[in-house]
């Protein structure tokens, strides 16, 4: 298939360039767009036809639900559009998400609600449930206003390797699987939404993400949130969990606890006869004697590292290392959505704990 790449101005994004994405869209066609957290993969979310070609550009087993994406203003309403196209998508009261969606929307939060008859079980994957999601990013809402169409998007990789944070990464997975390829340079946030079920009662936090958890509990005081998902694995409300994500093709160990002891510690694991690759930070990358180093960010901003971990994770595969060291950060905040992106790359059983902790 013949790719097509946009190169739009995220600032003052281009009416003719969006227009023409918006129309790929509309006649069934595939488009890779920015959003604030990765790039996504969009198709029409009322097109059977389209959204499939979905999950045989990324390899995606059909098992693995997608998040619908909407816009400020959808189509066929007039006052309120918004809520309009949200209303179409969903079965539920939208009373308990209001002030999620008033808090946090447009931006990283997607939220699970019973789905309505129109939301095809393609994208839901047979669930009864629904993901939304309204991005903050100006050519994402600008491509969803001008297609007047809710967008399925996943992120824009080939499935099971790291989410694409720049066009480079999009360019390696899905060049010529696709019609268009909108390049407006690096995100922001760097990894996916967080993923809030609110369909359950409890409430559930399925995937951490910029949108913490004292954020949402803060509006949802007994939201929950199981860490490693561990014992949400059998649950099939949650599928996507049971497939490896964000992967490069390195064997992964994370190191957690204490910094000093994580250093030393990868300092002696890394003394073998591999290419290694180690994940370091600013405060740490000068302590390192072995392999290849590269640093995600800087431990006192954890954005910096959320930024750049999928682009580092990609970048040790390109330098064909065959094993990865990657520092643990602080459980707090953004840090928690960024351990667990970590953990998933390593798999459970190369989780290495220093310090005594
Ligand atoms: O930031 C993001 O969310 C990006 C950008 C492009 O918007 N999208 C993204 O989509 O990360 P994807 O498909 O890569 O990840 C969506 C996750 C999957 O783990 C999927 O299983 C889960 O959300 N999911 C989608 N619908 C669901 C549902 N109805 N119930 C439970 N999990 C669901
Ligand atoms: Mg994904």
């Known amino acids: 298939m013949k790719t097509e790449i946009l190169k739009v101005n995220m600032s003052e994004p281009e009416l003719q360039k969006m227009e023409h994405a918006a129309n790929v869209i509309r006649q069934g066609g595939l ?21 499939k070609k979905i999950f045989v550009a990324k390899g995606r087993p059909s098992d693995n639900p997608l998040i619908v994406h909407i816009s400020k203003k959808g189509t066929g309403c007039s006052d309120n559009e918004q809520k309009c196209m949200l209303d179409t998508l969903i079965s539920d009261p939208k009373e308990k998400a209001k002030p999620l969606m008033d808090a946090f929307w447009p931006g990283p939060l997607t939220i699970i609600f019973n789905k309505s008859q129109i939301v095809s079980d393609i994208v839901t994957a047979g669930l009864s449930t629904v993901a939304v999601r309204m991005p903050s990013h100006p050519i994402a809402s600008m491509l969803l206003e001008l297609s007047g169409l809710p967008i399925v998007a996943p992120s824009a990789n080939a499935s099971g390797r790291p989410s694409p944070t720049c066009i480079e990464h999009v360019i390696e997975d899905l060049y010529g699987k696709v019609d268009v390829i909108i390049d407006s340079g ?32 803060s509006f949802i005081p007994d939201v929950q949130f199981k860490k490693d998902y561990s014992d949400l694995a059998d649950i099939p409300k949650a599928p996507g969990m049971k497939y490896t994500h964000y992967s490069p093709k390195a064997d992964v160990f994370v190191i957690q606890g204490d910094i000093y002891d994580i250093v030393e510690k990868i300092n002696e694991l890394s003394n073998i006869d591999a290419k290694v690759g ?6 740490t990358a000068d302590m390192y004697q072995n392999g290849l180093i590269i640093v995600s960010g800087d431990r006192e901003n954890p954005h910096t590292i959320a930024a750049n971990l999928f682009s580092a994770f990609r970048q040790f595969d390109s330098e064909g290392v065959d094993v990865i060291f990657a520092e643990g950060i602080e459980e707090e905040g953004i840090g928690v959505a960024i351990m667990n992106r970590m953990r998933k790359a390593a798999g459970p059983h190369n989780i290495i704990n220093v310090g005594g902790k």
């Open 31 to 51: 488009v890779v767009f920015p959003t604030e957290t990765v790039y996504g993969l969009g198709a029409n979310a009322f097109d059977d036809k389209a959204v």
């Open 278 to 283: 180690i994940l370091a930070t600013k405060q």
């Open 186 to 217: 690096n995100v922001d946030i760097g990894i996916e939404s967080t993923v809030l079920d609110i369909s359950t009662q409890p409430a559930v936090i399925l995937r951490p993400g910029a949108i913490t958890f004292d954020q949402i509990s």
